[in-house]
T-cell receptor, first 112, second 115 residues
Framework: SQQGEEDPQALSIQEGENATMNCSYK?????LQWYRQNSGRGLVHLIL?????REKHSGRLRVTLDTSKKSSSLLITASRAADTASYFCATVSNTGGFKTIFGAGTRLFVKA | DGGITQSPKYLFRKEGQNVTLSCEQNLNHDAMYWYRQDPGQGLRLIYY???????QKGDIAEGYSVSREKKESFPLTVTSAQKNPTAFYLC??????????????FGEGSRLTVL
């Protein structure tokens, strides 16, 4: 089962624009994480936000979490061509063990 | 350098053959995971382990087996019982913190193709 559902499935923007990706999940969580994957490569961790946090920043990344709506968003500001990748949200539930469950991802294409 | 090494990167298998994918980590992490990724899809959890000699089934364990005899190693065997094994397989590890487990560190993946 996939816990997170990302929206949109794909996003194409111009360099310099902001990119926003959304994630919805189903069960209560301890934390939510965002990962990036370049084509054919492993995933790289970007940022983690805990269930008692509402917003977190890291460089050009801004993540928000709304536990009442079971949703999160990832904002990449001033995008670059090198940001072209797939982005996944992942959740760790506070029930049922310590599994990290991933969504289907958003494919971001940044045009130079 | 610390990290996770998966091998082989590419593997071809005939139907009916078992194959074993290797995953080694030198991060001193207790927890290790195997995920499967199909084209354009997210990751689905196959097996995970929090400690040596212990592992649990994930969401799609049928047709797969694992072992955890050493902390650093978590090999995955794709058996002939797996009906559709062609996929990209990703191994990961993390510090085990129970339900507060955080960042996963991933290997570069193994792409299995059944001929």
């Amino acid at each position: 089962s996939q816990q997170g559902e990302e929206d949109p499935q794909a996003l194409s923007i111009q360099e310099g624009e902001n990119a926003t990706m959304n994630c919805s999940y189903k069960t209560s969580i301890n934390n939510l994480q965002w990962y990036r994957q370049n084509s054919g490569r492993g995933l790289v961790h970007l940022i983690l936000i805990r269930s008692n946090e509402r917003e977190k920043h890291s460089g050009r990344l801004r993540v928000t979490l709304d536990t009442s709506k079971k949703s999160s968003s990832l904002l990449i500001t001033a995008s670059r061509a090198a940001d072209t990748a797939s982005y996944f949200c992942a959740t760790v539930s506070n029930t049922g063990g310590f599994k990290t469950i991933f969504g289907a991802g958003t494919r971001l294409f940044v045009k130079a | 350098d610390g990290g996770i090494t998966q091998s082989p990167k590419y593997l071809f298998r005939k139907e009916g053959q078992n194959v074993t994918l290797s995953c080694e980590q030198n991060l001193n992490h207790d927890a290790m995971y195997w995920y499967r990724q199909d084209p354009g899809q997210g990751l689905r959890l196959i097996y995970y382990s929090q400690i040596v000699n212990d592992f649990q089934k994930g969401d799609i364990a049928e047709g797969y087996s694992v072992s955890r005899e050493k902390k650093e190693s978590f090999p995955l065997t794709v058996t002939s019982a797996q009906k559709n094994p062609t996929a990209f397989y990703l191994c990961a590890s993390s510090i085990f913190q129970g339900s507060n487990t955080g960042e996963l560190f991933f290997g570069e993946g193994s792409r299995l193709t059944v001929l």
